[in-house]
């Protein structure tokens, strides 16, 4: 799948154009199945985590640090769990992480947090999990098949 920008540089899957593929993917899974909040600085491993949770029939939505993420939740677009990445240009995980835990509507999502850090410098972030970079995508697919849940998103 390819991705396409929107004006506040968010990227979004591009559905495949292509017939065959187009029914390959609406067969498989429902459209937009649970929201996911892609949260990194780094374009290669967001794109990269956009498409397969793309493919996998979720709904993937990004932002270049926690501003934008910000941003993009204020919107009111409140996705079923955030992929949160700590060290980012303009407001690093950390910072999104306390603004997020003060909005009541905000707080209660699940995060979680991608690293390369140890685990203990995280620990402060109450994240729901934690995955270490390099990431370990069938862990990362688990977790949000975990907290997406079996609902209706």
Not at 16 to 27: H, I, K, M, Q, Y
Not at 58 to 77: I, Q
Not at 121 to 148: E, H, I, M, N, Q
Request: net charge negative; glycine share 6%; hydrophobic share 45%.
């Amino acid at each position: 799948m390819r991705s396409v920008n929107d004006s506040a540089g968010h990227h979004k899957p591009k559905a495949p154009t292509d017939p065959v593929s187009a029914g390959l993917a609406s067969s498989r899974l429902p459209a937009a199945h649970c929201p996911v909040l892609i949260v990194e600085d780094d374009a290669d491993l967001r794109e990269m985590m956009a498409q397969m949770l793309a493919l996998e029939g979720f709904r993937a939505e990004t932002a270049v640090n926690g501003r934008d993420a910000l941003e993009y939740l204020s919107r009111g677009d409140i996705p079923e769990v955030i992929l949160l990445d700590l060290m980012m240009p303009v407001m690093d995980g950390w910072e999104f992480r306390r603004q997020q835990q003060m909005n009541p509507v905000l707080a209660p999502l699940p995060v979680v947090v991608l690293s390369a850090l140890d685990a203990g410098r995280a620990a402060d972030l109450s994240g729901t999990a934690y995955l270490k970079k390099p990431l370990d995508f069938d862990r990362l697919l688990a977790l949000v098949r975990r907290y997406c849940g079996d609902a209706d998103c």
